[in-house]
């Protein structure tokens, strides 16, 4: 157990819908980290959250959406969903800013029918 | 593309003989980690190289890391049943427009018993 928890653990929804995905880092990590798992596309990032504000953004789409809150819990937006939206959606969180060791939670693995 | 491309793709061993992994990456890094991903679950850390560090050991594994040719190797040793899993490396480039973790699409590892 990474101590990171992710909710839900599974999301079924139709196209055109929107969703929230919810991700609680471990105790003491101030930063935190999306990523989209598919099976076409690998592994990929999509923002970091550091103490509340957004320090690097990656290949995220302008329909998704994250934000951190003054807890450091963390949530991810993701609108109009479009089939090829199905995919794992990992939370990981670290300790500082930079780009050592994460932590990973169990993923929310998303279906849009 | 991915920064961090693994090598090979696939690999099946029996149980007691050594498994390695190549990874081959692109552009000038801080840092090379080795993640674990057992199916559908979240990465696990296993090991951080930094890029003043050649090698590096830990348990059963050992990683190594040529800078000049931008790849790094990660062996673990007397396999276990327990190590069937996908491992990824990933990079933390030096880039500062780019500062994300970039994570390579694989290598899946199966020991049979």
């Known amino acids: 157990d990474s101590g990171v928890t992710q909710t839900p653990k599974h999301l079924i929804t139709a196209t055109g819908q929107r969703v929230t995905l919810r991700c609680s880092p471990r105790?003491?990590?101030?930063?935190v980290y999306w990523y989209q798992q598919s099976l076409d596309q690998g592994l990929q990032f999509l923002i970091q959250?550091?103490?509340?504000?957004?320090?690097a953004k990656g290949n995220i789409l302008e329909r998704f959406s994250a934000q951190q809150f003054p807890d450091l819990h963390s949530e991810l937006n993701l609108s109009s969903l479009e089939l090829g939206d199905s995919a794992l959606y990992f939370c990981a969180s670290s300790v500082e800013a930079g780009y050592n060791e994460q932590f990973f939670g169990p993923g929310t693995r998303l279906t849009v029918l | 593309s991915q920064q961090g491309e693994e090598d090979p793709q696939a690999l099946s061993i029996q149980e007691g003989e050594n498994a390695t992994m190549n990874c081959s990456y692109k552009?000038?890094?801080?840092?090379l980690q080795w993640y674990r991903q057992n199916s559908g679950r979240g990465l696990v850390h296993l090991i951080l190289i930094r890029s003043n560090e050649r090698e590096k050991h830990s348990g059963r594994l050992r990683v190594t890391l040529d800078t000049s040719k931008k790849s790094s190797s990660l062996l673990i040793t007397a396999s276990r049943a327990a190590d069937t899993a996908s491992y990824f490396c990933a990079t933390d480039p030096t880039d500062t427009g780019r500062r994300a973790l970039t994570f390579g699409s694989g290598t899946r590892l199966q020991v049979q018993p």
């Open positions: 552009t000038s890094i801080n840092n």
């Open positions: 105790s003491g990590d101030l930063s």
């Open positions: 959250y550091y103490n509340g504000e957004e320090r």
